[in-house]
């Protein structure tokens, strides 16, 4: 067909109004008077996506004529938050937008709540991938992402009895109109069966994997669009489906049940995100879903590198591969097995290309989330891929005895298959060994992943340990989630900041100068009055915008503390109604999180924060000093809202247990001051923005390790000792907030003064008490609070995932940024 020329996307009002009634016409098949919210929220999603194909198609031809290096991220989970306020700001269309819907009688803000947040991840790790997507566009740099196309996403979590309750997330239930199909583009993915050994026509071991079951992996694109609209890249997400053929031949047997069994089986795939790391291992569909990612991205990979006529000798000069943490672990396997079975290239040569072409990222140094599987199970899914594991293994070994070491105790830690008890297979070995680099998520973590987690490895191969430590994209996390600061920022010192982050420095004299710390607060205390009114909304519960809104919002586990927090309000509360105490500020203490389902101590934290709420909100002897609210139902779109409004951001893990953080990066970048450990990226956030603006409390990685170690942590003595721990302590066990049921929380108080509790609330808890006065004293003092949060946002410039994405293009992937003809590369 001729190269088509469409001037009719064009991005003024007129343009925009005409795409978005042609789309409530022609794609909705509605009059314009008969379209709702909803359908004008899927009418602007698809007026947008037809421009970012446009932009989308451009991208590819410039990368393409460029012959670029292409990075491909692979991840099992992207946290993408909704996508149309986001595609509007990168777009710069936000003026346009409004003015339109304002002339139809709609409002931006109330249209962009009717999308559903797509998400398909759990935490961190994939809103990383999502920031990392933005950040890759925005730097006009090939890369793209790939991923599943769950059905479900993360589940929805309500409140109910003070009690978790997971919901299943259908997110596409409206449809998801910014999405590609590309049937055109399936892969039929391998699973089952068992291998074969032949000998190849030269002679060699042909290994022949038959009898195996299909599915097929369907590709959905997501446009994603950088600032400015000058880059469009995508993500990738494969959806499992069944293929016809393979029934068939079934069928034909006359087993039509099973044929359907089957059938149903494929699409079981990418039916639903698994909620938690730990439980999950051990399933066979979680190692199927595992494989999948694997084989349909490496798949896709190689055919649109092999499509440019390019040998596959050349692979790591025009690709990198980025495994995000060792779920995609399999992908050394994979391309092993493709390169050595299909395209018969020899086992050195083969091992060459994958190692230069893989790197991998580890995300948590939690010992029950290093993923283990089972050689039996491997076995059985992935026969081949386990003789290949067997194989890297076997010559892995054989070098590391090669180099000297004799020690077999040593050699057996470092061997991919760990032997203690059952076989299994160590996915983080795996991706170690077939990588060229491997990185953790902050200067502490880093350090910790060579000496905790790979002591033997960093030893052999010092030079391939790094740190990329994390960052947040200041597109969604500042420019769009909080208008009232970017506006004000953008007045002070222009727009650059946007992609430009260190730009922010120049705010830092203006934190001296009351008139813009006044229109700072100003700017606070708004986004803390539109919070209290979504909490009145949504929980009844009302909130004083005066006060301190101190914020803990993350996944609920043991070891980021949340109990360390409920015992401070517990403390708060008791000195409030029992020893007559008025404090400095009334405080609003904010939870959000969800628990996995299976994780009991999880759910019973917020079972507790629950009842902390009910019964403190309603005690008028303390309920114009301290309010507690559970925000239900965390995920990005509440961030979004939450964030802004925060004061005070609490990122109180025990050292060295939290990777890096990424949400202790969105606090401070919009004005809350942190009262946190030296953990993860607290340390080099408290770098940042200076000693002084950050309310440090806890013990040190070291002294953490030392009372572990020794088994010397007492808790009981911290009891005896001091007479707040007891009280807190006391209340917890006697029910005083579970008067219906008042053993519930007795565990905690169990748990809590047992010698192998893991996190040591209880030796941090003191000087927790401290910080808080302090902050306390300190935001009394509005001039003092304003200057601190001001140079907090001053000084953030550093976490924005610009920076890492550079970092990352340097280092590990050798990619450079392709900006459009005529386009300056980013600062
Ligand atoms: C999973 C589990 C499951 C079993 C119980 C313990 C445990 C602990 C952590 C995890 C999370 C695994 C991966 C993850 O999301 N890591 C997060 O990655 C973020 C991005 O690098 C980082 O900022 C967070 O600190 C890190 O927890």
Not at 8 to 21: E, P, Q, T, Y
Not at 310 to 331: K, S, Y
Not at 537 to 546: C, E, H, Q, W
Not at 769 to 791: C, F, Q, T
Request: with cysteine; hydrophobic share 40%; proline share 5%.
């Amino acid at each position: 067909m001729p190269v088509a020329s469409c001037p009719v996307h064009g991005l003024d009002a007129d343009d925009l109004s005409c795409s978005i009634r042609e789309h409530v016409a022609h794609s909705l098949g509605k009059r314009g008077q008969e379209a709702g919210c909803r359908d004008v929220a899927t009418a602007m999603a698809l007026t947008l996506r037809d421009r970012l194909v446009d932009r989308m198609l451009e991208t590819r031809d410039r990368y393409r004529e460029s012959r670029a290096k292409r990075m491909y991220y692979l991840s099992i989970e992207y946290l993408l938050g909704r996508c149309l306020g986001n595609n509007i700001y990168n777009m710069n269309l936000q003026g346009e937008m409004a003015g339109l819907l304002q002339s139809w009688g709609f409002s931006l803000e109330e249209i962009r709540e009717h999308e559903r947040d797509p998400a398909l991840g759990n935490g961190g790790l994939g809103r990383l991938a999502a920031c990392f997507l933005d950040s890759l566009a925005t730097l006009d740099m090939p890369g793209c992402g790939y991923g599943i196309h769950y059905e479900y996403g993360l589940f929805k979590q309500s409140i109910e009895n003070d009690r978790q309750v997971e919901r299943p997330d259908y997110w596409m239930a409206e449809g998801m109109p910014l999405q590609l199909e590309r049937r055109d583009q399936a892969v039929i993915v391998p699973l089952y069966g068992r291998v074969e050994d032949h000998q190849g026509p030269d002679g060699g071991y042909l290994p022949l994997w038959v009898d195996w079951q299909d599915l097929v992996g369907v590709p959905y694109d997501i446009p994603i669009v950088g600032y400015g609209d000058r880059t469009v890249n995508y993500l990738r997400l494969f959806a499992a489906k069944s293929t016809d053929n393979f029934n068939m031949q079934i069928f034909d047997q006359g087993d039509y049940i099973k044929a359907i069994h089957q059938k149903v089986y494929s699409e079981l795939i990418s039916k639903v995100l698994y909620p938690s790391e730990s439980i999950s291992f051990g399933k066979e569909l979680r190692l199927v879903q595992e494989f999948f990612l694997v084989f349909c991205s490496i798949r896709d990979i190689t055919r649109r590198f092999l499509k440019q006529n390019r040998n596959i000798e050349e692979l790591p000069e025009f690709t990198a591969i980025q495994l995000n943490d060792t779920h995609p672990a399999l992908a050394v396997a994979e391309l092993m097995r493709l390169l050595v079975d299909e395209r018969r290239v020899p086992w050195d040569r083969a091992w060459n290309i994958v190692t230069r072409t893989l790197a991998f990222t580890n995300h948590t140094l939690m010992p029950e989330a290093l993923e283990m599987w089972s050689v039996e199970l491997m076995e059985k899914v992935l026969p081949r891929h386990l003789q290949i594991i067997y194989e890297v293994n076997r010559r892995f070994l054989d070098t590391v005895r090669a180099s000297g070491v004799t020690d077999e105790a040593k050699i057996r830690r470092m061997s991919l298959i760990d032997e203690n008890g059952g076989k299994q297979v160590r996915m983080a070995h795996l991706a170690v060994v077939g990588s060229h680099s491997v990185n953790g998520v902050s200067k502490l973590h880093s350090e910790l992943v060579k000496k905790v987690l790979f002591p033997d490895y960093a030893a052999l191969w010092p030079g391939k340990f790094n740190n990329k430590t994390n960052g947040i994209t200041p597109r969604r996390w500042l420019y769009k989630a909080n208008p009232g600061l970017s506006g004000l920022i953008s007045e002070a010192i222009g727009e650059d900041w946007i992609t430009d982050l260190d730009q922010l420095q120049k705010l830092a004299p203006l934190a001296e100068d009351p008139s813009f710390r006044e229109r700072f607060a100003g700017v606070k205390r708004a986004a803390k009055a539109k919070l209290a009114d979504y909490f009145a909304k949504t929980t009844g519960i009302v909130v004083s915008p005066d006060a301190v809104f101190d914020m803990q919002a993350k996944r609920i586990h043991e070891y980021k503390r949340q109990l360390l927090n409920a015992m401070h309000v517990i403390h708060d509360y008791l000195r409030v109604t029992e020893d007559g105490y008025v404090p400095p500020a009334p405080r609003v203490y904010v939870f959000a999180g969800k628990a996995a389902p299976g994780y009991f101590e999880a759910k019973e934290i917020i079972h507790l924060i629950c009842r902390l709420s009910k019964v403190i909100n309603a005690d008028k002897r303390a309920s114009d000093w301290i309010k507690v609210v559970f925000a239900a139902d965390y995920r990005v779109s509440l961030a979004e809202k939450l964030i802004p409004a925060a004061d005070v951001s609490e990122q109180i893990s025990t050292a060295g247990t939290e990777a890096s953080g990424t949400g202790n990066m969105k606090f401070s970048l919009n004005g809350a001051l942190t009262v946190g450990t030296l953990d993860g990226a607290n340390i080099e956030i408290r770098e940042a923005v200076g000693a002084e603006n950050f309310y440090l409390f806890g013990l040190t990685t070291p002294e953490v390790e030392r009372l572990l170690g020794e088994g010397s942590y007492d808790p009981w003595e911290y009891y005896r000792k001091h007479p707040e721990i007891r009280r807190v302590l006391d209340a917890l066990s006697a029910g005083r907030f579970s008067p219906d049921e008042p053993a519930v929380f007795h565990w905690m108080f169990e748990k809590l003064l047992s010698r192998n509790e893991r996190y040591l609330h209880l030796a941090d808890f003191m000087t927790y008490l401290d910080a808080h006065e302090r902050i306390g004293m300190e935001y009394a003092n509005p001039d003092v609070w304003m200057r601190k949060a001001a140079l907090n946002v001053a000084r953030m410039g550093g976490f924005s995932s610009d920076r890492t994405i550079r970092e990352y293009a340097r280092d590990i992937w050798g990619i450079k940024p392709f900006p459009p003809k005529g386009a300056a590369p980013r600062a």
